[in-house]
């Protein structure tokens, strides 16, 4: 599919999975991870001053309000949990601002994973809206 949007969602996928650093990290990713340029807020790739964009548009704590405004809104991931489980964004260390308009972010049920792209824009009234760009369900049930 040349030029089409998977091709380039898959590309910032490719890069947010090795610039975001996680506790599992593996040590030949921490490497990697560790010769990225300093950021303001460890484990995101967002620049100071997409930060300093946002901080203009009403965000006093863009990342940390970010992390949280996702986590309070599972009801975007398109994806059913199984067993019982509710998907949603338990862990904020598997969010990862990528940039002043879209977010990396890993989610679960407690029994499958998925992870997917999300673009946020920052209304007049300070809050944060949220659509999906693309996710998956990872592991065996791709």
Known sequence: MPGSNAGRI???????????????????????VSALPHRESPGHLISEQEIEALRRKGLSDPVRQLVKSLQAHPEIISHDGILGGTMGFYDGKEICVLNARTVFARFDDGHIDGSGVFEFTVQSDRTIGWRVLNSRIEGPHD
């Not at 898959?10 to 990697?32: N, Y």
């Open 10 to 32: 898959l590309a910032v996928l490719v890069f947010a999975i090795s610039g975001c650093a996680r506790e599992s990290t593996p040590p030949h990713v921490q490497m990697q």
